[in-house]
C-alpha cells in the first residue's frame, strides 16, 4: 500500500495540532444566542404608534443596554445587537432625570408648572440621547426592564424611554 504509516513522528504531531485547534475553535464559540434586540424595538415602537397615553414594558434578557434616539442595543455573552427604531419620536430618559417620573407613568404637570418647561425638557433629553461618533462605554446601564410611555402635552408629543 501508498498509505504512510501512523507510526511516523510528524503524523502523530499533526494530529495532535489539528484536535488543539478544533478544540481552540469551538471554546471560543458563544455558549447562548445572542440578546433580541428587534423584540425591545418593536416595543418601542408600537408604543410610538398608538394614542398617548400609551405604555409598554418590555423584560431585558441581556446585561447591558444602550438606548438612542435611533435605537437599542443589547449585549450579554452570547454577543451583541442592535435594532432601530421606525419613529423619530423617541427620546431616552435618565432614572435619575427630571422625565424619568413621567416614563414611569406621571402626568407631565406633577414634574413641571408649564408645557413649555416639558417640551424643554424633552429637548434637552432628545440632545443627550443622539448618539455621537465617539461614544463611551458608560452609556452602557444594566437594567432589567425596558419601559416606553408615549406623552402628548401642549405641543410636545414623544415616546419616553427608561431602563430600570
Do not use: C, K
Not at 425596558?146 to 406623552?151: D, T
Amino acid at each position: 500500500m501508498i498509505d504512510a504509516p501512523l507510526d511516523v513522528w510528524y503524523a502523530w504531531l499533526g494530529l495532535a495540532v489539528a484536535g488543539a485547534v478544533t478544540l481552540g475553535v469551538v471554546s471560543g464559540l458563544p455558549t447562548a444566542p445572542p440578546p433580541d434586540a428587534v423584540s425591545a424595538a418593536a416595543t418601542v415602537d408600537t408604543v410610538a404608534a398608538a394614542d398617548p397615553p400609551a405604555t409598554a414594558r418590555y423584560r431585558i434578557t441581556a446585561d447591558r443596554v444602550r438606548v438612542t434616539t435611533r435605537g437599542v442595543s443589547l449585549r450579554s455573552g452570547g454577543g451583541s445587537a442592535f435594532a432601530a427604531f421606525g419613529t423619530e419620536s423617541v427620546v431616552p430618559v435618565d432614572l435619575d432625570g427630571p422625565l424619568a417620573g413621567i416614563a414611569l407613568g406621571d402626568h407631565p404637570n406633577r414634574a413641571f408648572e408649564a408645557p413649555g418647561g416639558f417640551g424643554a425638557a424633552v429637548a434637552t433629553a432628545r440632545a443627550e440621547g443622539t448618539p455621537t461618533r465617539t461614544e463611551s462605554a458608560a452609556e452602557w446601564t444594566a437594567g432589567r426592564t425596558l419601559h416606553a410611555r408615549h406623552v402628548s402635552w401642549g405641543e410636545t408629543d414623544v415616546t419616553l424611554v427608561l431602563v430600570a
